[in-house]
């Protein structure tokens, strides 16, 4: 029986059977020797212990004959390290322990049924007439994928069977230097992995496969954008082939542009898939600018900031300020000077964090939202 010094305490124990052999199997215990024993106990009661040698005498001779002893007291952080110490002074023929190392299995062998349990269990196959099968279906012209949909298992595990069994392992259609180049080719001119699979009828990871073994490392999907759009041509040749038409976009600062969405993202710095949503109607308006059939009889979507109607008895009542009245209000009100707006224009565009921004300048970081929007106050600078 344990003490109560011994119940609370950590530190490395061992099993022994001293009325039936003199080995012995040792353990240690993180958090305390009662709970170790008390999971000890239990596994061997219901037959289902890790140590087979010490399951097989308690099945034989019952679990009274188990003797429980505490060999060192130590703190949880050294348990792994004085256990490994105690197992090196028994020899292999005095110990109940499978494992030869304290933190892993390494060195530990599994019998033939053990071997068959642990394939089953993580979905493989375990019966050797059937991997023997498999191979055989595979020499006389089966594919890889046929066999993992016909036997329920993924083609990882048929390709292990195969290379076991020391088959040779078929060359998938990527052997086909042209073709290999064609995908290349098409992938570094931005078509998209998903597309080389319907064009070339390949799954996804042969096409991973031609690129690694082209020396094209995958990419991710802004980069391909990025790819395809690399200069302002491109972007236009690929909205004529894709039925894009020249728009006349309107802006009450910057007056009327008329080209492809993509020109006006270009030249004045916008999202390039919120000017393609104002073209196409998605968007009544986007930072000021908005579509129209004729600049001089153009009907405004929405109103311009600081346009309302006042209340009648309001001293301003009725009054519009014109645009040079509405930029000297703007630069009174603004938070930052233009030197230090300026500068946080180019640390956005830098990628840098709107709150970074923000301490860095000492300032609420809606302010810094608004440069970036161009929103209050800050819209000449869009």
């Known amino acids: 029986m344990l003490t109560n010094l011994q119940i609370i305490d950590t530190g490395v124990y061992r099993l022994t059977t001293p009325t039936i052999n003199d080995l012995s199997y040792i353990g240690s215990a993180a958090r305390s020797f009662a709970r170790r024993w008390v999971v000890h106990r239990s596994a061997l009661l219901k037959g289902i212990h890790h140590a087979p040698q010490l399951q097989k005498v308690v099945r034989e001779h019952g679990l009274s004959v188990v003797r429980f002893e505490v060999l060192e007291i130590c703190t949880p952080a050294d348990c792994i390290a004085r256990e490994q110490y105690w197992i090196d002074q028994f020899p292999v023929s005095r110990r109940y322990n499978v494992n030869p190392l304290a933190w892993s299995r390494l060195g530990s062998k599994l019998t033939d049924a053990q071997c068959q349990r642990l394939i089953e269990s993580h979905g493989g196959i375990g019966s050797p007439e059937i991997r023997s099968q498999i191979v055989a279906e595979y020499l006389s012209g089966a594919k890889q994928s046929t066999l993992a949909q016909k036997y329920s298992v993924n083609r990882g595990t048929i390709r292990n069977y195969l290379r076991r069994s020391g088959a040779e392992i078929r060359l998938p259609r990527t052997h086909n230097q042209r073709l290999c180049a064609d995908i290349a080719k098409s992938y570094s001119t931005g078509e998209p992995i998903t597309r080389l699979t319907n064009i070339h009828r390949l799954d996804y990871r042969t096409i991973v496969r031609v690129l690694l073994q082209s020396g094209i490392p995958p990419r991710s999907n802004s980069d391909r954008q990025k790819l395809r759009f690399r200069s302002l ?150």
């Not at 390039?272 to 579509?291: F, K, M, N, P, S």
């Open 233 to 382: 041509d491109s972007r236009r040749r690929h909205s004529e082939a894709r039925g894009g038409k020249r728009v006349q976009f309107i802006h009450r600062m910057c007056g009327s542009f008329t080209g492809y969405p993509i020109e006006l993202a270009e030249k004045f710095q916008l999202r390039a898939h919120a000017v393609a949503a104002l073209a196409t109607g998605r968007y009544q308006a986007y930072r000021g600018w908005e579509i129209t059939d004729c600049a001089e009889k153009h009907v405004w979507k929405r109103p311009e900031h600081r346009q309302y109607p006042r209340g009648m008895e309001h001293p301003m009542a009725n009054k519009i300020f014109d645009l040079e009245c509405r930029r000297v209000m703007a630069r009174r009100l603004r938070r930052c000077s233009d030197s230090q707006i300026l500068e946080i224009r180019r640390l956005l565009q830098s990628g840098m964090r709107q709150s970074q921004i923000a301490k860095r300048f000492q300032v609420a970081q809606s302010v810094i939202s608004r440069i970036n929007t161009g929103a209050r106050h800050y819209a000449e600078f869009h």
